[in-house]
């Protein structure tokens, strides 16, 4: 697949050189304390990246799992995940490294990602569920347009402990958004 390009940021495939850029983003407690999975090890990331590029060589493949870049330069400084589903129907997730918070990297990479959704892919529907706690990545889904729709109760199990998401949602016909 072509990267895709926002206002600020690049997505494209990951590569197997990633490796070192992607484990300082899944294996830094600042940023998997938010996600649905927790701090990697150097081999447990590995063998995760070896996953993304296996899914993303696949002709029918289950989801986008893309590295955010600057414009600038190709340093992978987080990833965007989409994964389509039943319904034309989506997944949202993504994740910024700590060093590159507050300069609207998810959000830009987000648009982009839901641009590419709802366009090429011809979705009707994305979902992001996200952490109440997470006050920075709900202020990225109502800056593009999600709904709240509601809480899921114990819905990941993550550093030893069952989590609540707030689930959001967007509609084709609300994006463009933000």
């Known amino acids: 697949m072509d990267p895709l390009t926002g206002d600020g940021t690049r997505l494209r495939e990951f590569r197997a050189d990633d490796l070192d850029d992607f484990y300082a983003i899944v294996g830094d407690d600042r940023v998997t304390s938010w996600m649905a999975f927790d701090s990697h090890t150097p081999e447990s990331a590995e063998k995760m990246l070896a996953g993304i590029l ?46 590159h918070w507050g300069h609207g990297h998810a959000t830009d990479a987000s648009r982009t990602l839901l641009r590419f959704a709802f366009g090429q892919l011809d979705l009707h529907r994305v ?4 952490g109440p706690e997470n006050l920075a990545s709900i202020a ?7 709904s709240y729709e509601g809480q899921l109760r114990h819905h ?19 994006f463009p958004a933000g």
């Open 54 to 99: 296996t899914r993303s060589a696949q002709q029918d493949r289950p989801d986008y799992m893309l590295a955010v870049t600057r414009l600038d330069d190709d340093q992978v400084i987080g990833f965007a995940r989409l994964a389509p589903g039943v319904h034309r129907g989506g997944k949202l997730a993504y994740g910024i490294g700590a060093d």
């Open 127 to 130: 979902t992001a569920a996200i």
């Open 140 to 146: 990225v889904a109502k800056r593009l347009g999600f």
């Open 156 to 174: 990941v199990f993550t550093n030893g402990e069952w989590r609540d998401s707030a689930l959001y949602s967007l509609l084709a016909t609300e």
